[in-house]
């Protein structure tokens, strides 16, 4: 049988990203086949509904047909170009240009990547560029947040701040500093927003002190809200009150919206959800649906200009092969079509719905909280609500709930720590979402009758 022979030569020859390799051995890969709209099919016909819109990018859906015909033609045209020696593609200058046009205030200088790693890869280089150009080299101490993932890359993953990515990497080094998360459901200043805000900022505060005071610090990374760390999202105003404390004391700020941008949230980008300008902001992901793989960095004028300025005649040295690929480009500008042309306020309708379905289950005696914006949720699971008691560890219950919804056909994102995550195509339908929260309710409902779990 086919999918017999793959799953053997999967297990034979293909290392996948972030699995334990033996249990992956052990398991065998589930091969997807197809997909249209929110529904994936796999290699045995089962048709299963992506509440996570494959890795939180295929936020225009599967099967969206004008985004493979921008991707036939440019190929059939010029499949390839460099940025190098001053050479360029229409497509890459064009979509440059229609991202800093909606970008949030002056981010008006698109750098582009392959993927998320790369654009914050390429944040740390462009910022310790800026401020050696600056005449401030002791500028070199980066600050990120618990729980906060910044890419796989070897110097971005010592940003990140999730175990798996640092034990055994020889990362973070000692340049990276973290800060507690806003995570209001575990926060020890409980759930208040203005306490929240105020503990986030005294850790800040602190932090900067431990450092060596402003002077040392280059730059503070946060996502608007936190994807990997399961979903964790900030109190009204967080954001906001971040950026202005980096700013009066001349840090940069960092928004990493690899997640979040391509209306996730709602708008484009999401921190226009909290007012905020960052000096630097890097997307993926929603920027191609994920059909090509695409990254972009945002400069702001004056972290541009300072570069520019300090290079003079001679190169900045940093740039892929790949950089402003032409492929990606034209998908990129016809993504962005998509979501101008209803996709934003498809998602906007469809979260509404998502997020009531997924509050109306807080009554379930396994969910302890609800949380997330737009079309980006999660439920937290525990065995005790009032004490807040997470699912017991060894009964891996991430694994656990994944195969009950897989088997019940619907994909979600299991967090370790027995949280369920959301990220749907924005192209879902009522029928779709529907679909998601009854599934949802019976992978529940499953888990709290599984012994283990309890
Ligand atoms: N930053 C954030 C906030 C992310 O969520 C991710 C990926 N999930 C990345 C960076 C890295 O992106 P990629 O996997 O495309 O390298």
Not at 44 to 63: E, H, I, Q, T
Not at 76 to 88: R, S
Not at 228 to 244: F, R
Not at 246 to 257: M, N, P, T, V, Y
Request: a negative charge; aromatic letters at 8%; hydrophobic letters at 45%.
């Amino acid at each position: 049988m086919l999918s017999n022979s793959l799953i053997e030569l999967d297990r034979a020859h293909l290392v996948h990203p972030v699995a334990s390799y033996r249990g992956h051995e052990k398991a065998g890969v589930r091969v997807i086949a197809s997909g249209a709209g929110a529904t994936i099919t796999d290699a045995a016909g089962r048709r299963l509904v992506d509440g996570f819109a494959g890795l939180w990018c295929v936020n225009a859906g599967y099967g969206q047909q004008s985004l493979v015909e921008a991707a036939t033609r440019q190929m059939q045209e010029l499949p390839y170009a460099t940025g190098y020696f001053g050479l360029g593609s229409e497509p890459a200058i064009r979509l440059a240009a229609a991202l800093a046009e909606r970008a949030p205030g002056d981010l008006n200088h698109v750098f582009f990547t392959l993927g998320g790693s790369d654009a914050v890869d390429s944040t740390i280089r462009f910022i310790r560029y800026y401020w050696q150009a600056k005449g401030q080299p002791q500028r070199d101490q980066f600050i990120s947040i618990e729980q906060g993932y910044h890419g796989s890359s070897t110097v971005g993953a010592g940003l990140t701040a999730l175990p798996a990515f640092h034990a055994g990497f020889g990362v973070p080094f000692d340049w990276q500093h973290k800060i507690p998360s806003h995570y209001a459901y575990r926060n020890p200043v409980g759930d208040d927003a203005d306490a929240i805000i105020a503990a986030s900022l005294a850790a800040l505060d602190a932090k900067i002190v431990e450092i060596g005071g402003p002077e040392r610090v280059a730059a503070f990374y946060a996502e608007p809200i936190q994807g990997s760390g399961g979903v964790l999202v900030p109190p009204d105003g967080w954001m906001k009150a971040m950026c202005d404390r980096c700013r009066s004391l001349g840090i940069l700020f960092i928004a990493d919206e690899v997640i979040t941008g391509f209306g996730r949230t709602g708008p484009l980008f999401a921190c226009t959800d909290d007012g905020v300008v960052p000096d630097l902001m890097t997307t993926a992901k929603g920027l191609t649906s994920g059909y090509v793989p695409m990254g972009a960095v945002f400069l702001s004028d004056a972290v541009y200009a300072t570069i520019a300025d300090a290079a003079g005649t001679a190169a900045v040295g940093h740039g892929y092969t790949y950089s402003a690929h032409p492929v990606s480009a034209a998908v990129g500008l016809e993504a962005l079509r998509l979501y101008e042309d209803g996709l934003l306020a498809n998602g906007v309708k469809a979260g509404a719905r998502l997020m009531a379905g997924l509050h109306a289950l807080r009554d379930h005696p396994l969910v302890g909280d609800v949380r997330g914006r737009g079309m980006l949720a999660a439920i937290e699971l525990v065995v005790d609500k009032e004490r807040k008691t997470p699912l017991p560890a060894a009964a891996e219950p991430s694994r656990r709930i994944f195969d009950r919804a897989w088997d019940n056909g619907l994909v979600i994102r299991a967090f370790t720590n027995g949280v369920m995550g959301y990220a749907p195509p924005l192209c879902c339908t009522d029928d779709d979402i529907d679909a998601i929260l009854e599934r949802t309710a019976r992978t529940l409902d499953q888990t709290l009758e599984d012994p283990d779990v309890r």
